[in-house]
Protein backbone atom coordinates (compact mmCIF):
# COMPACT_ATOMS: atom_id res chain seq x y z
CA UNK A 1 0.00 0.00 0.00
CA UNK A 2 1.16 3.38 -1.17
CA UNK A 3 0.56 5.31 2.85
CA UNK A 4 1.95 8.69 0.77
CA UNK A 5 -0.60 8.64 -1.54
CA UNK A 6 -3.82 7.09 0.05
CA UNK A 7 -3.05 9.98 2.77
CA UNK A 8 -2.77 12.54 -0.17
CA UNK A 9 -6.00 11.08 -1.98
CA UNK A 10 -7.81 11.94 1.11
CA UNK A 11 -6.61 15.28 1.71
CA UNK A 12 -4.34 14.61 4.62
CA UNK A 13 -0.59 15.80 4.84
CA UNK A 14 1.38 13.18 5.14
CA UNK A 15 3.54 13.87 7.79
CA UNK A 16 6.35 11.37 9.40
CA UNK A 17 4.25 11.03 12.11
CA UNK A 18 0.99 10.15 10.05
CA UNK A 19 2.67 8.25 7.91
CA UNK A 20 4.19 5.92 10.61
CA UNK A 21 0.45 5.79 12.28
CA UNK A 22 -0.74 5.02 8.71
CA UNK A 23 1.37 2.06 7.41
CA UNK A 24 0.47 0.21 10.41
CA UNK A 25 -3.25 0.82 10.97
CA UNK A 26 -4.48 1.02 7.04
CA UNK A 27 -3.09 -2.56 6.33
CA UNK A 28 -4.00 -4.60 9.74
CA UNK A 29 -6.33 -7.15 10.27
CA UNK A 30 -5.88 -6.96 13.99
CA UNK A 31 -8.29 -4.36 15.19
CA UNK A 32 -6.10 -3.06 17.55
CA UNK A 33 -6.85 -0.04 20.42
CA UNK A 34 -4.76 3.25 20.28
CA UNK A 35 -2.36 2.16 22.37
CA UNK A 36 -1.75 -0.40 20.04
CA UNK A 37 -1.48 1.30 17.25
CA UNK A 38 0.72 3.88 19.39
CA UNK A 39 3.04 1.35 20.33
CA UNK A 40 3.42 -0.79 16.72
CA UNK A 41 3.88 2.97 14.86
CA UNK A 42 6.38 3.59 17.55
CA UNK A 43 8.63 0.74 15.87
CA UNK A 44 9.06 3.17 12.81
CA UNK A 45 9.00 6.79 14.04
CA UNK A 46 11.50 7.80 16.77
CA UNK A 47 9.44 10.72 18.11
CA UNK A 48 5.35 9.75 18.15
CA UNK A 49 3.35 11.04 21.33
CA UNK A 50 0.07 9.01 22.31
CA UNK A 51 -1.18 12.37 21.38
CA UNK A 52 -0.33 12.84 18.16
CA UNK A 53 -1.36 8.65 17.35
CA UNK A 54 -4.84 9.68 18.66
CA UNK A 55 -5.20 12.57 16.73
CA UNK A 56 -4.22 10.90 13.39
CA UNK A 57 -6.63 7.95 14.16
CA UNK A 58 -9.30 10.64 14.61
CA UNK A 59 -8.54 12.28 11.30
CA UNK A 60 -8.29 9.61 9.54
CA UNK A 61 -11.75 8.42 10.96
CA UNK A 62 -12.99 11.53 9.99
CA UNK A 63 -11.55 11.12 6.53
CA UNK A 64 -13.13 7.79 6.06
CA UNK A 65 -9.79 5.47 5.93
CA UNK A 66 -10.61 4.12 9.13
CA UNK A 67 -13.80 2.74 11.70
CA UNK A 68 -13.26 3.19 15.52
CA UNK A 69 -15.46 0.09 16.75
CA UNK A 70 -16.39 -0.63 20.73
CA UNK A 71 -16.73 -4.22 20.47
CA UNK A 72 -16.54 -5.11 23.92
CA UNK A 73 -17.05 -3.16 26.96
CA UNK A 74 -14.38 -0.12 27.70
CA UNK A 75 -12.66 -1.19 24.39
CA UNK A 76 -12.65 0.60 21.57
CA UNK A 77 -10.51 -0.62 18.55
CA UNK A 78 -10.25 0.55 14.80
CA UNK A 79 -10.19 -1.09 11.80
CA UNK A 80 -9.29 -0.15 8.24
CA UNK A 81 -12.09 -2.24 6.60
CA UNK A 82 -15.15 0.09 6.12
CA UNK A 83 -17.27 -2.03 4.29
CA UNK A 84 -20.01 -3.38 6.02
CA UNK A 85 -19.06 -6.19 8.18
CA UNK A 86 -19.45 -8.49 10.86
CA UNK A 87 -17.39 -8.86 13.73
CA UNK A 88 -16.15 -12.42 15.52
CA UNK A 89 -14.30 -12.29 18.89
CA UNK A 90 -12.33 -15.37 19.82
CA UNK A 91 -11.06 -17.52 22.86
CA UNK A 92 -8.48 -15.19 22.74
CA UNK A 93 -9.84 -12.03 22.66
CA UNK A 94 -8.93 -11.76 19.07
CA UNK A 95 -11.43 -9.93 16.57
CA UNK A 96 -11.96 -11.46 13.35
CA UNK A 97 -14.15 -9.67 10.46
CA UNK A 98 -16.81 -11.75 9.64
CA UNK A 99 -17.97 -10.92 5.72
CA UNK A 100 -21.97 -9.31 6.36
CA UNK A 101 -23.49 -11.76 3.51
CA UNK A 102 -21.98 -15.14 6.15
CA UNK A 103 -24.60 -14.06 8.80
CA UNK A 104 -28.84 -13.57 7.54
CA UNK A 105 -29.74 -10.26 9.43
CA UNK A 106 -33.19 -8.54 9.20
CA UNK A 107 -33.24 -5.67 7.92
CA UNK A 108 -34.09 -3.66 11.23
CA UNK A 109 -34.91 0.46 10.54
CA UNK A 110 -36.58 0.78 14.07
CA UNK A 111 -36.76 -0.92 17.24
CA UNK A 112 -38.56 0.97 20.34
CA UNK A 113 -38.30 4.52 19.75
CA UNK A 114 -35.27 4.94 17.57
CA UNK A 115 -34.60 4.54 14.06
CA UNK A 116 -31.68 2.24 13.16
CA UNK A 117 -28.72 4.04 11.15
CA UNK A 118 -26.55 0.86 11.20
CA UNK A 119 -26.19 -2.43 13.16
CA UNK A 120 -23.50 -5.82 12.83
CA UNK A 121 -23.05 -8.90 15.03
CA UNK A 122 -20.95 -9.74 17.18
CA UNK A 123 -19.84 -13.19 17.87
CA UNK A 124 -17.76 -15.34 19.97
CA UNK A 125 -16.28 -17.94 19.21
CA UNK A 126 -13.76 -20.46 19.79
CA UNK A 127 -11.58 -21.88 17.26
CA UNK A 128 -12.48 -25.31 15.76
CA UNK A 129 -9.86 -27.87 16.30
CA UNK A 130 -8.95 -30.74 13.42
CA UNK A 131 -7.23 -33.13 13.44
CA UNK A 132 -4.76 -34.10 9.94
CA UNK A 133 -7.48 -36.09 8.66
CA UNK A 134 -10.22 -32.93 8.72
CA UNK A 135 -12.34 -34.45 10.81
CA UNK A 136 -13.15 -32.26 13.80
CA UNK A 137 -11.88 -32.64 17.51
CA UNK A 138 -13.76 -31.75 20.54
CA UNK A 139 -12.16 -29.60 22.74
CA UNK A 140 -11.80 -31.85 25.86
CA UNK A 141 -8.39 -33.50 24.92
CA UNK A 142 -9.32 -37.92 24.83
CA UNK A 143 -8.12 -38.96 28.73
CA UNK A 144 -6.76 -42.40 29.30
CA UNK A 145 -9.26 -45.21 30.38
CA UNK A 146 -7.00 -44.57 34.03
CA UNK A 147 -7.40 -40.58 33.78
CA UNK A 148 -11.28 -41.41 33.35
CA UNK A 149 -11.15 -43.71 36.45
CA UNK A 150 -9.61 -40.91 38.38
CA UNK A 151 -11.81 -37.84 36.94
CA UNK A 152 -14.78 -40.19 37.71
CA UNK A 153 -13.71 -40.58 41.23
CA UNK A 154 -12.60 -37.36 41.63
CA UNK A 155 -16.00 -36.07 41.09
CA UNK A 156 -18.47 -38.47 43.15
CA UNK A 157 -18.84 -36.84 46.69
CA UNK A 158 -16.68 -38.67 49.55
CA UNK A 159 -20.24 -39.68 51.31
CA UNK A 160 -21.43 -41.44 47.87
CA UNK A 161 -18.15 -42.79 47.39
CA UNK A 162 -18.02 -44.68 50.70
CA UNK A 163 -21.57 -45.69 50.65
CA UNK A 164 -20.52 -47.67 47.46
CA UNK A 165 -17.94 -49.45 48.65
ZN1 LIG B 1 -13.48 -5.47 11.18
Known amino acids: MDVFKVLRQHSIRPSSQRVAVASYVLSTT ?37 RAFV ?29 WTAVRVAEVRSVGAWDIEEYQVVLHGRRRRTDLTGRTRTDRRSLTRDQERVRDRMATPRGERERHV
Open 71 to 99: LAEGRMVFDPNVERHHHLIDERGRIHDVP
Open 30 to 66: EHPSAEQVWRRARRSARVLSRATVYNALNLFERKGLL
